[in-house]
Each structure stands twice: as C-alpha cells, then as structure tokens.
C-alpha cells in the first residue's frame, strides 16, 4: 500500500522540542522530493521544509535554524526535529511527496524550489503552549 505516515506530535510547551516522522511505504522515498507543511486554524496550509529528489535542502523563514529536517534512506523516512518552539507553531503537520499515487486527500503546493507535491500523509497534531 502506497502512503506516507505521520507521527510524533504533541502538546509540549513553549521552548520545548519534538521530532516529527514520516514513514512512506509503497514507494523509495529518496527518489522523490518529500516535504513538511502545517496548518493552523483558520490559516492557509503553508510549507515548512522539504528535501528536493536531489538532496537539496530548503526551510521557511520562521522555522530556520530551529527547525531540522532530515531523511533515512534506509528506513523509507523523513525526519523534522523542532527546537525552542513556540505558540505560533502551533498546526497540524503533514508530509507530502511528489510521487504520484493518484487521488490524495488535497492538492498539489508548491514546497520552495522542491516543486509541487500532491501525495499527502494524514497529519500529526503539534500544540505548543503554557
């Protein structure tokens, strides 16, 4: 079965840190770019890092140098690790790729200069606050 996995989120409080993976299946994940968005309420979904199909790397302004991404080939996986967050991180998190499955559960957004991926992953909740 071709999917993408979240898990790892929580509540923590502020200037606390989580790490966040992505499990793929069904697909060799370092073939393909492969990203992180979030949603808050009310917000738009907007990208937060991704790894392009040739390694390059790219974050958001707001998550820069606090926030890591990182893939494991041999475990399928793609990693986010989040430090001193804040309320305003506060969203649910997704993974996407570019890999194409078909129908998926929203559509395709550009992450930077990794490209448009459609492939979505259900999320996983992330709440910071005191």
């Known amino acids: 079965q071709v999917q993408l996995v979240e898990s790892g989120g929580g509540l923590v409080q502020p200037g606390e840190s989580l790490r966040l993976s992505c499990a793929a299946s069904?697909?060799?994940?370092?073939?393909?770019?492969i990203a992180w968005f979030r949603q808050a309420p009310g917000k738009e979904r907007e990208a937060v890092s991704c790894?392009?199909?040739?390694?390059?790397?790219y974050y958001g302004d707001s998550v820069r140098g606090r926030f890591t991404i990182s893939r494991d080939n041999a475990k399928n996986s793609v990693y986010l690790q989040m430090n001193n967050l804040n309320p305003e991180d506060t969203a649910m998190y997704y993974c996407a790729t570019d890999f194409p499955w078909g129908s998926s559960s929203w559509p395709p957004l550009r992450a930077f200069f990794c490209g448009d991926l459609g492939s979505w992953g259900q999320g996983t909740q992330v709440t910071v606050s005191s």
């Open positions: 069904g697909f060799p994940l370092y073939s393909y770019a």
């Open positions: 790894i392009s199909s040739d390694g390059r790397i």
